[in-house]
Each structure stands twice: as C-alpha cells, then as structure tokens.
C-alpha cells in the first residue's frame, strides 16, 4: 500500500504570496497517476490537478503541479482570499488508492 | 451538465447495514469507472473502493475486510455500496466520484474529476 505524507499540515500566507504544498509517497509510482484535490468548508472536493501536472478544467493558471518519483508538489502562485481550503493528494496508480492527510492552507 | 447523485444514507446501529446508491446523468456513465469516498466528521478524505465501467474489476480499501460491497447497474446509470457490519467508525459523509474514462481495452484516467454532494451515514446505538 502506498502511504502518502503530506506537509506542512498547516500553512499560513497572505493574498498575493506563493503556495508551496508538499506530496511524499511512500514508494515510487510506476506511472504518473498523482492528483490534487481542493476542499472549501462544507463542500464536496474539487479536481485541481491530475497526472502529477495537468490542470483540470476550469482550475487558473495560478495551479500548478509537478514532481516524480516520491516527491510531489503543488504551487499556487499568487493566493487569493477564496484559497482558504484543505488540499489533499491522491494517487491512483495502485489500490488502494490513498489520500494524503491533508494540507490546510489560511490566508492572513 | 455532469451530475452524480447520492442517496441512502442515514442513522444505523452498530452491527446494522445500509445501501447507498448514486445515480449519473449529463454523460455515458456505461463508460466510466468509478469510486467511493468518504470522510469521517472533522476529519480527511479516506478511499474506500473502486469498480471498472463493466463491473468486473473492484478494490477496496483494506480497512474494510469485507464489510462493504460496491457494484453497479449501467442500465440505471447507477453506483451502489452495500455496507454490512456497520462500526461507528464508518460515521462520515459518502461521496461517490468519477473516475477514468474507458473505450474499448483502453483506459484514460484524469483523477476523480466530478464529485456527487454526498451522503451522511451515521452508526449510532
């Protein structure tokens, strides 16, 4: 089973600053099935970025992802007020298909 | 537009069991492979289980051991999850999810890319 570990478990910035989320798998994928997921309170997740980094639609620009082996990582380049979420990993290379614990991001 | 809906949820005792369904419309659900997953109260996402579009290949979280069973009616355009020997650590909300598109022998996955609303289960005396 493949354990993913995600840091820091809390990230405080403020509007305009960059977002650097942390990925680490606890063996190496044998293809790129890594996606992020977006969590707004009282809201069902939201597909940011699958296949480690291809954005999915409708996600701007200022998501990226990227990363190989164990270690993944998702940038928001410039934080707006309406980031305020939890951001999880996945893997879906092989089952189970494990989520990270989660990353909760806070804007100042 | 892409829609899944979930259904079934409710309060259960402990040792008791629930069918939660979850129906697609607005694309070729036949096609696609799907997912449970759900999250206990305060707490992350947890996977639960996965079944192909022709409902011959599963897996499940390994937590489970047998408890639950997921399948589908293409026919129906719907995805259930029987879950038997309900423990109060299967409180959470239950949130079906779309997975690859499949043609033929090949597969395309993009993550879970469309998300139903959920359902809450609670295992209570």
């Known amino acids: 089973e493949i354990v993913l570990t995600q840091s820091p478990g809390t990230l405080s910035l403020s509007p305009g600053e960059r977002a650097t989320l942390s990925c680490r798998a606890s063996?190496?994928?044998?293809?790129?099935?890594l996606a992020w997921f977006q969590q707004k309170p009282g809201q069902a997740p939201r597909l940011l970025i699958y296949?480690?980094?291809s954005r999915a639609a409708g996600i701007p620009d200022r998501f990226s992802g990227s990363g190989s082996g164990t270690d993944f990582t998702l940038t928001i380049s410039r934080l707006e007020p309406e980031d305020l979420a939890v951001y999880y990993c996945?893997?879906?290379?092989?089952?189970?298909?494990?989520f990270g614990q989660g990353t909760k991001l806070q804007i100042k | 537009e892409v829609q899944l809906v979930e259904s079934g949820g409710g309060l259960v005792r402990p040792g008791g069991s629930l069918r939660l369904s979850c129906v697609g419309s607005?694309?070729?659900?036949?096609?696609?492979?799907m997912n449970w997953v759900r999250q206990a109260p305060g707490k992350g996402l947890e996977w639960v289980s996965y079944?192909?579009?022709?409902?011959?290949?599963?897996y499940y979280a390994d937590s489970l051991k047998g408890r639950f069973t997921i399948s589908r009616d293409n026919g129906k355009n719907s995805l259930y999850l029987q879950m038997n020997s309900l423990r109060a650590e299967d409180t959470a909300v239950y949130y079906c999810?779309?997975?690859?598109?499949?043609?033929?022998?090949?597969?395309?996955?993009?993550?879970?890319?469309?998300w139903g609303q959920g359902t809450l289960v609670t295992v209570s005396s």
């Open positions: 999810a779309r997975g690859a598109l499949t043609l033929g022998l090949d597969s395309y996955p993009v993550g879970l890319d469309y």
């Open positions: 063996q190496s994928f044998s293809r790129t099935y």
């Open positions: 996945q893997q879906y290379d092989d089952p189970p298909f494990s």
């Open positions: 079944i192909s579009s022709s409902g011959t290949t599963t």
């Open positions: 296949d480690v980094s």
């Open positions: 607005g694309f070729s659900f036949s096609n696609y492979e």
